[in-house]
């Protein structure tokens, strides 16, 4: 079984930064992309960055500029630097992988179990 766990979250203020973290661990053979989505109250959850295998790279519109997404494939780890902050990125963090497990063929979607970012005004 392969785990996600999530570190980095807090309250911070405006125009403040915070640094995510999401580490993969378990029998895992290889990763190939890794993402954070948010979900904020009463919101769906929405993609936030997105980064392959190879080092391609995605946000969304409400993020680019602000947040840089990258990954560190020797440690299975995924990282969000999140740069001024506005109260409309209060959410609910979570980061997924599409992960092989050794001894299955294909690859899984695995979720972290979240970490809450708070911008306060």
């Known amino acids: 079984q392969v785990q996600l766990v999530e570190s980095g979250g807090g309250l911070v203020q405006a125009r403040g930064s915070l640094r995510l973290s999401c580490v993969a661990s378990?029998?895992?053979?290889?990763?190939?992309?890794m993402s954070w989505y948010r979900q904020a109250p009463g919101k769906t959850r929405v993609l936030v960055a997105a980064v392959t295998s190879g080092g391609s790279l995605r946000y969304g519109d409400s993020v680019e500029g602000r947040f840089t997404i990258s990954r560190d494939n020797a440690k299975n780890t995924v990282y969000l630097q999140m740069n001024s902050l506005k109260p409309e990125d209060t959410a609910v963090y979570y980061c997924?992988?599409?992960?092989?497990?050794?001894?299955?063929?294909?690859?899984?979607?695995?979720w972290g179990q979240g970490t809450q970012v708070t911008v306060s005004s």
């Open positions: 378990g029998n895992i053979v290889s990763i190939n992309d």
């Open positions: 997924n992988a599409a992960a092989q497990e050794r001894g299955i063929n294909y690859y899984l979607l695995y």
